[in-house]
């Protein structure tokens, strides 16, 4: 075993600090990646100020992982020494159940190894995540990143980009289909560009007039302020899909209003609250509400490819180490446009 400069949050809601990192020696299955980029998810904010549920401390956050293998185990054949690589939500699944077999590693119900608060497989080894210099994984959850992708703007494609890309794959978003996208922050700006990248008509539809203009660089056709309740109606059963990334929601009606016949609403976005919807807005049309998480490891590459034919990555502020503590209270404060991504070349 060895030890990495990194940054962790000691315990709960504390500052995060610099840490060393333990990484377990390179097995035989093992890939070895030197970090370059690591990106900011609001998730990394939740778990370390234990919002969820209980953390395991100290953390060392980061599921959004971009750099450059430095070694390969005996076994690996698929990369070598100086790919450029990515590292996402989870290093290990169970590989058996049906959902493994399906190639649906997220969603594994018998043991999921997560990227950072949770165990290896050995379920004894506490994992630590992408802040830091270096990491140690199995090779089947290392994805390639394209060459046309910068690794810095490549990193948050490995949640916020998946996340998003699963829903729009799932439900068939592509010309002819209207989808909505709800929210403009680090999920939400890259439905945006994935939806009009698959060639729907994208509507943005957002409580901050100000996003308006964003939206409509990022690809969005129609701007929807979800605070006007005359534009709301007038944009009644308006959508086909709609994939609904709010983390700060009550009530699901005024967004189900929108759907038309046989509609989906997918939500992608966490609030801590229980949310409510009216059974006649459901029956009226066929509508539904689904939930998905992020992709399994198939999925996860098709997405970067698809990311790298169309020559997309995420908006991004590039910081230092030094300070990753403001930039959470500003990802809180939802003041970045629109993923904070840090530049590990300043541990």
């Given at each position: 075993?060895?030890?990495?400069?990194g940054y962790?949050?000691?315990?709960?809601?504390?500052?995060?600090?610099?840490?060393?990192?333990?990484?377990?020696?390179?097995?035989?299955?093992?890939?070895?990646?030197?970090?370059?980029?690591?990106?900011i998810?609001?998730?990394?904010?939740?778990?370390?100020?234990e919002?969820?549920?209980?953390?395991?401390?100290?953390?060392?956050p980061?599921?959004?992982?971009?750099?450059?293998?430095?070694?390969?185990?005996?076994?690996?054949?698929?990369?070598?020494?100086?790919?450029?690589?990515g590292?996402g939500?989870?290093?290990?699944?169970?590989?058996?159940?049906?959902?493994?077999?399906?190639?649906?590693?997220?969603?594994?119900?018998v043991?999921?190894?997560?990227?950072?608060?949770?165990?290896?497989?050995?379920?004894?080894t506490?994992?630590?995540?992408?802040?830091?210099?270096?990491?140690?994984?199995?090779?089947?959850?290392?994805?390639?990143?394209?060459?046309?992708?910068?690794?810095?703007?490549?990193?948050?494609?490995?949640?916020?980009?998946?996340?998003?890309?699963?829903?729009?794959?799932?439900?068939?978003?592509?010309?002819?289909?209207?989808?909505?996208?709800?929210?403009?922050?680090?999920?939400?700006?890259?439905?945006?560009?994935?939806?009009?990248?698959?060639?729907?008509?994208?509507?943005?539809i957002?409580?901050?007039?100000?996003?308006?203009?964003?939206?409509?660089?990022?690809?969005?056709?129609?701007?929807?302020?979800?605070?006007?309740?005359?534009?709301?109606?007038a944009?009644?059963s308006?959508?086909?899909?709609?994939?609904?990334?709010?983390?700060?929601?009550?009530?699901?009606?005024?967004?189900?209003?929108?759907?038309?016949?046989?509609g989906?609403?997918?939500?992608?976005?966490?609030?801590?609250?229980?949310?409510?919807?009216?059974?006649?807005?459901?029956?009226?049309?066929?509508r539904?509400?689904?939930?998905?998480?992020?992709?399994?490891?198939p999925?996860?590459?098709?997405?970067?490819?698809?990311?790298?034919?169309?020559?997309?990555?995420a908006?991004?502020?590039?910081?230092?180490?030094d300070?990753?503590?403001?930039?959470?209270?500003?990802?809180?404060?939802?003041?970045?446009?629109y993923?904070?991504?840090?530049?590990?070349?300043?541990?």
């Open positions: 075993m060895t030890t990495v400069p962790a949050a000691p315990s709960a809601k504390a500052p995060l600090e610099p840490f060393d990192v333990p990484r377990r020696d390179l097995g035989p299955d093992d890939v070895s990646i030197d970090i370059q980029y690591s990106g998810c609001h998730s990394d904010i939740h778990q370390a100020r919002e969820w549920f209980t953390s395991i401390f100290p953390m060392v980061g599921h959004e992982i971009a750099g450059v293998v430095s070694a390969v185990g005996s076994n690996v054949t698929r990369l070598k020494v100086g790919d450029r690589v590292v939500c989870n290093v290990g699944s169970c590989g058996n159940c049906p959902t493994c077999q399906k190639g649906q590693q997220s969603y594994c119900g043991q999921i190894a997560p990227t950072y608060n949770g165990y290896e497989m050995d379920g004894v506490p994992t630590y995540g992408g802040y830091a210099k270096n990491i140690v994984t199995d090779q089947e959850f290392v994805f390639t990143i394209p060459d046309s992708i910068g690794l810095d703007v490549a990193a948050p494609l490995l949640c916020a980009g998946i996340t998003l890309y699963q829903p729009l794959a799932e439900w068939k978003a592509g010309p002819g289909v209207r989808v909505g996208i709800v929210g403009l922050g680090g999920l939400g700006h890259m439905g945006v560009k994935i939806a009009a990248a698959m060639g729907a008509e994208v509507t943005l957002s409580h901050s007039p100000h996003k308006e203009e964003d939206g409509y660089r990022l690809g969005a056709k129609h701007f929807l302020l979800s605070s006007d309740k005359e534009a709301m109606k944009a009644d308006s959508l086909d899909l709609i994939v609904n990334t709010a983390s700060a929601l009550t009530s699901l009606d005024p967004y189900l209003r929108l759907l038309d016949f046989d989906t609403m997918v939500l992608v976005g966490l609030p801590e609250n229980d949310l409510t919807f009216s059974a006649f807005n459901m029956v009226a049309k066929r539904r509400i689904a939930g998905t998480n992020n992709g399994g490891v999925q996860t590459q098709e997405m970067l490819d698809f990311c790298g034919e169309h020559g997309l990555g908006d991004i502020e590039l910081i230092g180490f300070k990753v503590n403001e930039a959470w209270d500003r990802v809180v404060a939802s003041d970045v446009k993923r904070f991504v840090l530049d590990t070349s300043t541990l």
